[in-house]
């Protein structure tokens, strides 16, 4: 081969002529959102290979049918550039250990005080039929959004979108476990606490089956960004935020019960963070240079499905509002905040409310 011919195959190896400082020593293949890369950047910005984008040989590992690791038809959006996101919370592996440690440890110091202080035995009788029953069948809702996620990151098409939704996935399984946990620990206090009435209300009580039916629904679907499309952007702000926020943490303390808001507080926490990325990924699909109108009109297709089951859900919610003695706020209130938030969230996003 002379100095002029250039060679036609493919290398192993990563590489391109010209990337983002190809001309510098800090070796760094991509554009930072701001001025400076960031270390979530640093850390989670292109490890993982694309052909489209400085790997010069085809996927490096594929499965029998010939299809690369990763795939954009896991998905029917669309995207010019996948690689855009940035997850505002800029979580990584480092970052999310010592986060969900921190609040283990918090959870855990509240439960323990207050059972040392004999809380649990101050709860009004109505409030703890209440906690054993309606919290004990929340435990099932937060597993089956966590599971759904839990499948959905695989299939992401970029590191950044797979770290998101595993975060995701993880903050739901670990309020999943604190439920669990937290309701086991009072039940000891407790004289006659049932802890069964939660598994049977998940799966006899009308109350609980349109939520139920909301939740089979995103674990059933096939498209990873529906799922946390329907997680983020609908099921929470009308289920989800509708019982955390707007029954139990309003509802407790009235009833004698100061514990269950500190252990249900991280879960809006959470949220917080995890809307924050969902808008900022949805966001940048929608307004995608290319394939803008596409996206724009399967959102609104997700959202008409998934929006239909949520309400269903919080409005077979309802009774729960009654059941406690004293009660500080009604449904009514609660469910007008939930429809302003939802509203205000897809305004974030251009898109329209469904209409029944």
């Known amino acids: 081969m002379t100095a002029t011919e250039t060679a036609t195959f493919k290398s192993g190896a990563a590489g391109s002529a010209i990337f983002a400082d190809s001309d510098s020593r800090k070796y760094r293949y991509f554009e930072p959102r701001g001025k400076r890369a960031t270390h979530y950047e640093d850390v989670t910005v292109d490890v993982q290979p694309d052909p489209e984008r400085y790997l010069l040989q085809d996927w490096i590992i594929s499965f029998a049918n010939g299809k690369g690791a990763y795939s954009k038809d896991n998905t ?71 599971t759904s996620l839990m499948q959905a990151q695989r299939y992401g098409y970029t590191q950044m979108i797979n770290n998101a939704t595993l975060t995701n996935s993880s903050y739901k399984l670990r309020l999943a476990q604190d439920i669990t946990l937290y309701l086991a620990e009072i039940g000891m206090d407790i004289s006659g606490f049932d802890d069964e009435a939660g598994k049977r209300a998940w799966l006899e009580d009308g109350v609980w089956q349109g939520t139920r039916h909301a939740v089979e629904a995103i674990m059933g679907a096939t498209d990873y960004l529906e799922q946390y499309f329907a997680i983020n952007i609908v099921f929470e702000p009308l289920v989800g935020e509708l019982f955390r926020s707007g029954f139990l943490m309003q509802v407790a303390s009235p009833n004698g019960d100061f514990i269950t808001p500190s252990v249900i507080s991280a879960a809006e926490a959470d949220y917080e963070r995890n809307l924050a990325n969902a808008i900022d990924l949805f966001h940048v699909l929608v307004h995608d240079a290319e394939h803008a109108g596409h996206n724009k009109g399967l959102f609104q297709a997700w959202l008409h499905k998934h929006a239909a089951l949520a309400a269903k859900a919080a409005a077979g919610l309802q009774p729960i509002w009654s059941q406690p003695h004293s009660k500080p706020v009604s449904y009514a209130d609660a469910h007008g905040h939930s429809l302003e938030r939802f509203g205000k969230i897809l305004g974030e996003l251009g898109l329209d409310i469904p209409r029944e």
Do not use: C
């Open 76 to 146: 029917a959006a669309l995207s010019s550039n996948w690689h855009l996101f940035r997850a505002p919370d800029q979580e990584w592996e480092r970052t999310h250990y010592q986060r969900q440690s921190k609040i283990e440890a918090m959870v855990q110091a509240v439960i323990a005080n207050g059972r040392k202080a004999g809380a649990p035995k101050a709860f009004d009788r109505a409030w703890i039929k209440v906690l054993q029953t309606h919290l004990g069948a929340w435990k099932h809702v937060e597993f089956g959004l966590g």
